[in-house]
Structure formats: C-alpha cells, structure tokens
C-alpha cells in the first residue's frame, strides 16, 4: 500500500465510486469536527484535541466510517467493532446521510469531553 502524506493523496487514489463517498463525507465530518481530517494510522482521521474520534477507510467496495467509542453512541444505525468502537460501511455517495452522521459525531465529541473532565 502507498504511503500517503495527506487527506487529498489519499482520496484522489481511490476508485472512482469510493471517491464520491469521500466527496460526500469529508465536508460533513469537517464542518462536524473542531478540526479537519489527519492521516493517522494510514487514514483520514478527526480527532478532538489528542484523541482520535472517527475515521474513515477506504476498501475495495466501501468506505468504513468508525468512531473509537461507537459502541457509547445511541441512536442506532452503528455496527459494534473492536474494543469500544463501532462503524457503518458506505458503499455510495447516497449512503452517507449528513445529519445521521453530524448526530454520531456530536455525540462522540460528547464522550471525548466527558471522558476529559
């Protein structure tokens, strides 16, 4: 896999389909966030302050979209993953529903600072 050294290198080596999820889901996540997407660990990833809070991976077929402690969020539509963490995959640009995932995210900065205090 190619080291890549930003959020846009990233995206524009993705097939064409997965691109147009990206297009879709990173300005939603970005105007979620206090700050805009980061490669961490090989892909895009938000984090509040130090702590990472969702990412999302590219796949041959989807784009994984994981928050490190999904599993703490309500509201349904999350599949659990490892430890705390829970996704959805998303196949299409339709699939990413911007006020679904503005809920997962103000809830998962919610957590980051309630686990801050």
């Known amino acids: ?3 890549f050294t930003t959020v846009a290198e990233y995206v524009a080596a993705q097939p064409e389909v997965l691109r147009e999820v990206y297009a879709a889901l990173l300005p939603a996540l970005d105007n979620a966030m206090p700050e805009p997407a980061a490669l961490y660990h090989g892909a895009p990833t938000w984090k509040a302050g130090k702590n990472p809070v969702c990412l ?7 784009v994984t979209l994981a928050f490190w402690r999904g599993q703490l ?3 349904g539509g999350l599949e ?4 705390e963490m829970a996704h959805v995959k998303l196949r299409s640009a ?3 529903d911007v006020e679904q995932i503005t ?3 103000q ?3 919610a957590l980051e600072t309630e686990s801050a205090a």
């Open 73 to 75: 969020i309500k509201g």
């Open 103 to 105: 809920a997962w995210v």
């Open 80 to 83: 659990p993953s490892a430890r």
């Open 94 to 96: 339709e699939d990413v």
């Open 56 to 62: 999302a991976k590219a796949y041959s077929s989807y």
């Open 1 to 3: 896999m190619p080291k």
């Open 107 to 109: 809830q998962a900065l």
